[in-house]
């Protein structure tokens, strides 16, 4: 996957908050130890990149430890030797292959909420339990389903999330998105590669307040067995985070986001083939200058493969501006399914490191 390495240094005009979100890299050497993050991280996402393994979500709500999988529809696992502690400014890994394999690469993206501590939030008519980090605009909300269509569940952010991502944690259940720009008449998966699906199940049909969301009665958001649920909130802020979407064009194009972005991920939602994966790029993984290492949240595959988790990405490209991301460039494939195909639209979420 080409890339052009050169990004520009120019500081976007509004700036974010600060150390809430980090890309960090590691080779495992088979010791227990701690990965330094620089702020207490409260969302960790660890992926290997030069191995085919699962996609690991763990979070300091749930405890370390507790393991669920984005590439999966696994129930929540405890396992331990992966991460194990949440610290002040890192957080642990044991000596599980998953996580510390010698010689093995890896990388983990961070998010900070309130440091693992939480509240109980009667907003809605489901008690939650959040913790919050209102300048970044994130959430992590934990709370028992009661199969009831219309049931509202507090969020604790100060505006309506643009992007909720909700797993299950006691049952084999796929991953539910609810993203703005496509609607609460729909809904996407993590863990797959489908276009959105129209269905009132998921969101009732009712789009996120400043204060709640609302939840179907379907069973990966709202189970008839009192089962408990995690969601990952987002709303963009200015200078740090977007979330929003655009149209394919087959040729070239440059998203703005009003910052230059050190992660994006990129989901196809109007059409799907086997390769609209989700697509992360981030700017510290960046390769040689044929290849920008896209990892798909939906995949085991090692990084720099194709959307489908064969070949490698070298056909598409893309790269990070001082005010967003372009797709496209000469020798690429500008019309790529991850990406840019003209017959499809495009979601995506970016964040800068702060």
């Given at each position: 996957?080409?890339?052009?390495?050169?990004?520009?240094e120019?500081?976007?005009?509004?700036?974010?908050?600060e150390?809430?979100?980090?890309?960090?890299?590691?080779?495992?050497?088979g010791t227990a130890?701690?990965?330094?993050v620089?702020?207490?991280?409260?969302?960790?996402?660890i992926?290997s990149r030069?191995?085919?393994r699962?996609?690991?979500?763990?979070?300091s709500?749930?405890?370390?430890n507790?393991?669920?999988l984005?590439?999966a529809?696994?129930?929540?696992?405890?396992?331990?030797?992966?991460?194990?502690?949440?610290?002040?400014?890192s957080?642990?890994i044991g000596?599980?292959?998953?996580?510390?394999?010698?010689g093995?690469?890896y990388?983990a993206?961070?998010?900070?909420?309130?440091?693992?501590t939480?509240s109980?939030?009667?907003?809605?008519t489901?008690?939650?339990t959040?913790?919050?980090?209102e300048?970044?605009g994130?959430?992590i909300?934990?709370y028992?389903?009661?199969?009831t269509?219309?049931?509202?569940?507090?969020?604790?952010?100060?505006?309506a999330?643009?992007?909720?991502?909700?797993?299950?944690?006691?049952?084999?259940?796929?991953?539910?998105?609810?993203n703005s720009?496509?609607?609460a008449?729909?809904?996407?998966?993590?863990?797959e590669?489908?276009?959105a699906?129209t269905?009132?199940?998921?969101w009732?049909d009712?789009?996120?307040?400043s204060?709640?969301?609302?939840i179907g009665?379907?069973s990966?958001?709202?189970?008839?067995?009192n089962?408990?649920?995690i969601?990952?909130?987002?709303?963009s802020?200015?200078?740090?985070?977007?979330i929003?979407?655009?149209s394919?064009?087959?040729?070239?194009?440059?998203i703005?986001?009003?910052f230059?972005p050190?992660f994006v991920m990129?989901?196809?939602?109007?059409?799907?083939?086997?390769?609209t994966?989700?697509?992360?790029?981030?700017?510290?993984?960046?390769?040689?200058?044929?290849?920008t290492?896209p990892?798909?949240?939906?995949l085991?595959?090692?990084?720099?493969?194709?959307?489908?988790?064969?070949?490698?990405?070298?056909?598409?490209?893309i790269?990070?501006?001082a005010t967003?991301?372009?797709l496209?460039?000469?020798g690429?494939?500008?019309g790529?399914d991850?990406?840019?195909d003209?017959?499809?639209?495009y979601?995506y979420m970016?964040?800068?490191?702060?």
């Amino acid at each position: 996957m080409s890339v052009n390495k050169k990004i520009i240094e120019t500081e976007a005009t509004v700036p974010g908050p600060e150390n809430t979100f980090k890309v960090v890299t590691w080779t495992g050497n088979g010791t227990a130890r701690d990965i330094s993050v620089g702020f207490k991280p409260d969302l960790v996402w660890i992926k290997s990149r030069s191995f085919a393994r699962n996609h690991y979500w763990y979070d300091s709500t749930r405890g370390a430890n507790k393991q669920i999988l984005s590439n999966a529809t696994d129930a929540e696992a405890t396992i331990t030797g992966r991460l194990t502690a949440f610290n002040t400014d890192s957080f642990s890994i044991g000596t599980s292959s998953e996580v510390n394999n010698n010689g093995e690469t890896y990388v983990a993206w961070c998010w900070k909420a309130n440091g693992g501590t939480t509240s109980s939030n009667t907003d809605g008519t489901i008690t939650s339990t959040v913790q919050v980090n209102e300048d970044a605009g994130f959430s992590i909300v934990s709370y028992t389903g009661n199969y009831t269509a219309g049931s509202t569940v507090g969020h604790g952010l100060s505006a309506a999330p643009e992007m909720i991502i909700i797993k299950n944690l006691d049952d084999t259940d796929k991953w539910a998105v609810y993203n703005s720009s496509i609607g609460a008449t729909k809904f996407l998966v993590l863990n797959e590669t489908a276009a959105a699906v129209t269905s009132s199940a998921y969101w009732n049909d009712t789009a996120p307040t400043s204060t709640v969301f609302t939840i179907g009665a379907t069973s990966p958001v709202n189970s008839p067995n009192n089962e408990n649920y995690i969601a990952y909130c987002f709303h963009s802020v200015d200078g740090y985070s977007k979330i929003g979407s655009y149209s394919g064009n087959g040729t070239t194009q440059t998203i703005t986001t009003g910052f230059q972005p050190d992660f994006v991920m990129i989901k196809a939602y109007t059409n799907s083939t086997s390769l609209t994966s989700w697509t992360i790029i981030d700017s510290v993984r960046y390769g040689s200058s044929s290849d920008t290492n896209p990892i798909y949240a939906n995949l085991s595959a090692a990084e720099g493969t194709r959307g489908n988790g064969s070949g490698d990405g070298d056909v598409l490209e893309i790269s990070f501006t001082a005010t967003g991301f372009k797709l496209g460039d000469t020798g690429s494939d500008n019309g790529s399914d991850e990406m840019n195909d003209p017959n499809n639209d495009y979601i995506y979420m970016a964040f800068k490191i702060n």
